[in-house]
């Protein structure tokens, strides 16, 4: 696919030797040198690396050999670690430690790159893959650094960090058409801060998804408007296109059911931009500024019957996970919904409610003040509870319910933080923080709720 030679201003460089189509593997290789991380001192790293090079057939000995390297060196040990510091990449879970490849090695930089490379954990191997069609006669090249920033910050960072001038056709544009690229890729790189910023904020994709996916959005139109000839790859669409092959991979994956869609739901009658508009949930005609979005209450997965709760003694990984290995952490939010029919007090707070199903259970207060702490004057047949992540509970002499123990967790109507005495408003137990998507939920019962 590929033969090595000389390429004018960059060393020797990889050069395609037919088309290589989007997708290819272009190739899988083993390192030749590795370098552990937990190696400390220059000096075992130093032997470390001596030892992997006498034990190098001639062939690859010569191949390592005819390596660039930036940094002087004295003697042979100083020369590998001169050439494993110049040519090594990152191996390894996370990058932990390095190795020297005798063909990825010589794969030189541009910022508008056409593979991306990657070590590939499974198969112990540095893989490098064409992330367009590559003509014959085009030299192969990757991405260095991490992210695509604007051309004077890449190339301070090419500078310090890997010593060279960059000579890509990017960098090397006339000062006009530089001005203009340089000015697309500032406009194409304003969502990313927005973007990286409420992908981390997990409350603000649960309770406004659409706020990143029209900023994802529209960094993608421009991308695609402008292109690569004039901006390069922005590898911050790479890695948010990575999200396609497995979804799963979003820290927040899952914690919302609102755009979960089963096959048939994927329109096969819409025209390309239109079935763009659906894709994206675009609200054609209007501005693309986020509205605000209400729960489906309908939505079992996050309003579960009582049927549906996890069952409090042998909690299932659908609702939950594990944190260090012991601690089970809800893994989505989910509000057990009911109305109160009968209210109780024998030695504690009691009340009967009826869930989505029309199920009667009973919920107890096994609290210090035994429910008291609720104020039960105020509460009545009628009202909605919302309880955030409810479990069923057996209880020893009664069917089985939902029993409550924690005080601080009991949010009264007039405390709650979107409360309104008068409205009813449900109590919640919550562990945690009441998460925006709940407290919409509240706004949604308290506009629909009437005794
Ligand atoms: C990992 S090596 C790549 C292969 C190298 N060209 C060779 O001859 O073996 C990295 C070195 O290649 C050169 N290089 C890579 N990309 C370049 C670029 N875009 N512009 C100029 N030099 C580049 C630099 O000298 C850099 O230190």
Same mark, same amino acid.
């Given at each position: 696919?590929y033969?090595?030679?000389?390429?004018?201003?960059?060393?020797?460089?990889?050069?395609?030797?037919s088309?290589?189509?989007?997708?290819?593997?272009?190739?899988?290789?083993?390192?030749?040198?590795?370098?552990?991380? %937990?190696?400390?001192?220059?000096?075992?790293?130093?032997?470390?690396?001596?030892?992997?090079?006498?034990?190098?057939?001639?062939?690859?000995?010569?191949?390592?050999?005819?390596?660039?390297?930036?940094?002087?060196?004295?003697?042979?040990?100083?020369?590998?670690?001169?050439?494993?510091?110049?040519?090594?990449?990152?191996?390894?879970?996370?990058?932990?430690?390095?190795?020297v490849?005798?063909?990825?090695?010589?794969?030189?930089?541009?910022?508008?790159n056409?593979?991306? =490379?990657?070590?590939?954990?499974?198969?112990?191997? %540095?893989?490098?893959?064409?992330?367009?069609?590559?003509?014959e006669?085009?030299?192969?090249?990757?991405?260095?650094?991490?992210?695509?920033?604007?051309?004077?910050e890449?190339?301070?960072?090419?500078?310090? =960090?890997?010593?060279?001038?960059?000579?890509?056709?990017?960098?090397?544009?006339?000062?006009?058409? +530089?001005?203009?690229?340089?000015?697309?890729?500032?406009?194409?790189?304003?969502?990313?801060?927005?973007?990286?910023?409420?992908?981390?904020?997990?409350?603000?994709?649960?309770?406004a998804?659409?706020?990143?996916?029209?900023?994802?959005?529209?960094q993608?139109?421009?991308?695609?408007?402008?292109?690569?000839?004039?901006?390069?790859?922005?590898?911050?669409?790479?890695?948010?296109?990575?999200?396609?092959?497995?979804?799963?991979?979003? %820290?927040?994956?899952?914690?919302s059911?609102?755009?979960?869609?089963?096959?048939?739901?994927?329109?096969?009658?819409?025209?390309?931009?239109a079935?763009?508009?659906?894709?994206?949930?675009?609200?054609?005609?209007?501005?693309? +500024?986020?509205?605000?979005?209400?729960?489906?209450?309908?939505?079992?997965?996050?309003f579960? +019957?009582?049927?549906?709760?996890?069952?409090?003694?042998?909690?299932?990984?659908?609702?939950?996970?594990?944190?260090?290995?012991?601690?089970?952490?809800?893994?989505?939010?989910?509000?057990?919904?009911?109305?109160?029919?009968?209210?109780?007090?024998?030695?504690?707070?009691?009340?009967?409610?009826?869930?989505?199903?029309?199920?009667?259970?009973?919920?107890?207060?096994?609290?210090?003040?035994?429910?008291?702490?609720?104020?039960?004057?105020?509460?009545?047949?009628?009202?909605?509870?919302?309880?955030?992540?409810?479990?069923?509970?057996?209880?020893?002499?009664?069917?089985?319910?939902?029993?409550?123990?924690?005080?601080?967790?009991?949010? %009264?109507?007039?405390?709650?933080?979107?409360?309104?005495r008068?409205?009813?408003?449900?109590?919640?137990?919550?562990?945690?923080?009441?998460?925006?998507?709940?407290?919409?939920?509240?706004?949604?019962?308290?506009?629909?709720?009437?005794?």
């Amino acid at each position: 696919m590929y033969t090595t030679q000389d390429i004018p201003g960059k060393g020797v460089g990889l050069v395609a030797t037919s088309k290589i189509p989007r997708g290819t593997r272009i190739l899988s290789e083993e390192p030749i040198i590795t370098v552990p991380e %937990h190696l400390s001192s220059i000096e075992e790293i130093k032997s470390y690396i001596v030892r992997q090079v006498e034990r190098l057939s001639h062939a690859q000995h010569q191949a390592f050999l005819l390596m660039p390297s930036i940094h002087p060196f004295e003697n042979d040990a100083e020369r590998y670690l001169c050439i494993v510091r110049t040519v090594a990449l990152p191996i390894g879970e996370g990058g932990i430690g390095s190795g020297v490849f005798l063909e990825a090695c010589r794969i030189n930089h541009a910022c508008d790159n056409n593979a991306q =490379k990657n070590w590939n954990s499974n198969i112990k191997r %540095h893989t490098v893959h064409s992330i367009r069609d590559i003509e014959e006669g085009e030299e192969i090249t990757v991405f260095y650094l991490a992210e695509l920033t604007k051309r004077a910050e890449r190339q301070e960072a090419l500078r310090t =960090k890997f010593g060279f001038t960059c000579a890509c056709r990017l960098c090397s544009l006339p000062p006009a058409e +530089s001005e203009e690229s340089v000015r697309r890729l500032d406009e194409l790189l304003q969502p990313e801060e927005k973007i990286s910023q409420s992908a981390m904020d997990s409350m603000s994709v649960i309770s406004a998804p659409l706020r990143p996916l029209r900023y994802i959005d529209r960094q993608m139109q421009l991308y695609n408007r402008h292109g690569r000839d004039d901006i390069g790859v922005p590898h911050q669409v790479v890695r948010h296109g990575s999200l396609l092959d497995d979804p799963a991979k979003m %820290h927040v994956y899952g914690w919302s059911m609102k755009w979960s869609a089963g096959m048939n739901d994927v329109p096969d009658d819409l025209a390309p931009d239109a079935f763009d508009n659906w894709l994206w949930r675009r609200e054609t005609g209007t501005s693309n +500024s986020p509205k605000p979005q209400f729960p489906d209450l309908r939505d079992r997965s996050v309003f579960p +019957s009582f049927l549906g709760l996890p069952d409090e003694n042998s909690p299932v990984l659908h609702y939950y996970k594990m944190v260090d290995g012991f601690t089970l952490r809800p893994r989505r939010h989910w509000c057990f919904l009911a109305e109160i029919v009968d209210l109780g007090m024998d030695l504690r707070f009691r009340f009967q409610v009826r869930d989505m199903e029309g199920e009667k259970i009973e919920v107890a207060f096994h609290t210090p003040a035994r429910g008291i702490e609720l104020g039960p004057c105020e509460i009545h047949v009628g009202y909605t509870v919302g309880i955030l992540y409810a479990e069923r509970h057996v209880f020893a002499f009664s069917p089985p319910g939902i029993r409550h123990e924690d005080p601080t967790t009991l949010q %009264h109507p007039s405390i709650c933080k979107h409360g309104r005495r008068e409205e009813n408003l449900p109590w919640l137990r919550s562990d945690r923080v009441v998460p925006d998507e709940m407290r919409q939920v509240l706004d949604v019962l308290v506009l629909r709720q009437g005794k």
